[in-house]
Structures are given as structure tokens and as C-alpha cells.
């Protein structure tokens, strides 16, 4: 199967991220959705990524229903506790931290396509409030060593590339005293097999303006 997308793309590492954890080969485009839009909008209808096109050709869409997916290929192994209370937390923590990053990256989207004097106001306020308040909800529900208890889940990798696109592109909401517990779980998961795998190369970010 091939991974479309580069991985300063949160939601793309975090496909990545699974990929490597499940031990399930893959191969990689890494043309840019923004540099690359026409190859990339031939694949992924809404020209966004992640897209992972399947070894028969089928393209899924969207983080999370590819790892839906992958999920049910990794059966008892899957990043996501299969029901009840358990589940249901890992996907709000998920969520949470899935859209702290869709605020974040509507402010990294307005800055990088308006000049100054193009750019709405309000706008980035309220997404930069939003945002905040997402850092300080996962902290407040935060638990030990892992985002939801002993084990390590899908919200854990969302939090770890929410963390890492703030770090290198827009941190000024996240608060090094304020959101440690974040950061700390971040750094550390940084340091697993997985995740290192699928580390970010310079050649993958997004031009800065
Ligand atoms: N809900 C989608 C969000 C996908 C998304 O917004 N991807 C961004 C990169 S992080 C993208 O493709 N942006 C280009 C665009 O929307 O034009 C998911 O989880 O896959």
C-alpha cells in the first residue's frame, strides 16, 4: 500500500506512526499537497491528505477512517480499545487533540496564504483561543504514563503530532508550564520505535512565507 501525503502532516504522520507500530509494509508519495496539488488531487478527490491508496488500487480518505481500516487488520493489537468506556475516552482524547490541530492549522493556512493586509482579525483570534482551550482540556484529562492509562492509543499519537506541528510551526498557544504533561508525554513517545520511523525530514515541510 502507499501512503500519500508528507509527514509534517499531523494526521498523515499519524498514519505513519499506526503503519509502523502494526508492522504493516508500506511504501511512500511524498509529493506535496500544496506544491503537488494536481498529482495529489488525482489521487485524493478532495486533493488533502493522508490517502492510502490499497494494494488493489482502492483509495481510502480521511485519518480516521483509514485507521478504522488498519485498525481491524491489527485486531487485538489495534491503538484503539475495541469498546465501551475505554474506547469511548480514547476517542474523545483523539478528538480533542485532532481538532486543537484543525485550529491550529487554520491560523498556520491564514498566515501562509493572505498577506498582512489581507488577513481577517477575529478570525485567528478565535481559532488561537479554541486551540488553547484544546491544550488545556487534554491536559485537564490527562492520565499516566499514557494519555488514556497503560497503554499506548491513538490519542497518544495525535497528541505527539499536534505537539510536534505546534513546536516547529506555531507555538505561541502552547504553554511549556501550562501544558508540560503534554509535552512530556510528546517527548516520550517521540522516542518510540514507531514513531521514530516516522520521523519528520526537512524536505517535508511546508514553505515558510
Ligand atoms: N479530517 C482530515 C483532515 C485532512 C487535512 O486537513 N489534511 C491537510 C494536511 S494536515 C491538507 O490536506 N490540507 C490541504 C488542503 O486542505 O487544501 C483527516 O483527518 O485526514
Excluded: N
Aim: with cysteine; hydrophobic share 45%; aromatic share 6%.
Amino acid at each position: 500500500m502507499i501512503l500519500v501525503g508528507q509527514y509534517d502532516s499531523p494526521v498523515t504522520r499519524r498514519i505513519a506512526i499506526a503503519l509502523h507500530h502494526y508492522g504493516i509494509p508500506f511504501t511512500r508519495d511524498t509529493r506535496s499537497v500544496f506544491g503537488d496539488a494536481a498529482a495529489v488531487g488525482r489521487i485524493s478527490p478532495l486533493t488533502r491528505i493522508p490517502a492510502l491508496v490499497l494494494d488493489d488500487g482502492e483509495v481510502l480518505i480521511d485519518s480516521a477512517a483509514i485507521l478504522d481500516h488498519l485498525d481491524e487488520q491489527a485486531g487485538d493489537a489495534a491503538l484503539m480499545p475495541a469498546a465501551g468506556p475505554a474506547r469511548r475516552r480514547a476517542l474523545q482524547m483523539t478528538a480533542l487533540a485532532q481538532g486543537t490541530l484543525e485550529k491550529v492549522a487554520a491560523v498556520v493556512y491564514e498566515r501562509h496564504f493572505h498577506p498582512p493586509e489581507h488577513r481577517s482579525t477575529g478570525w485567528p483570534d478565535r481559532c488561537l483561543g479554541q486551540a488553547r482551550s484544546g491544550l488545556d482540556e487534554l491536559t485537564r484529562r490527562l492520565v499516566t504514563p499514557y494519555a488514556c492509562g497503560p497503554a499506548l492509543t491513538h490519542a497518544d499519537v495525535m497528541i505527539t503530532t499536534l505537539i510536534w506541528y505546534m513546536q516547529d510551526r506555531m507555538d505561541e498557544v502552547l504553554s511549556p508550564a501550562a501544558h508540560a504533561s503534554l509535552i512530556s508525554l510528546a517527548a516520550h513517545c517521540e522516542t518510540l520505535p514507531a514513531f521514530l520511523a516516522a520521523a519528520v525530514s526537512e524536505s517535508e515541510k511546508m514553505p515558510r512565507t
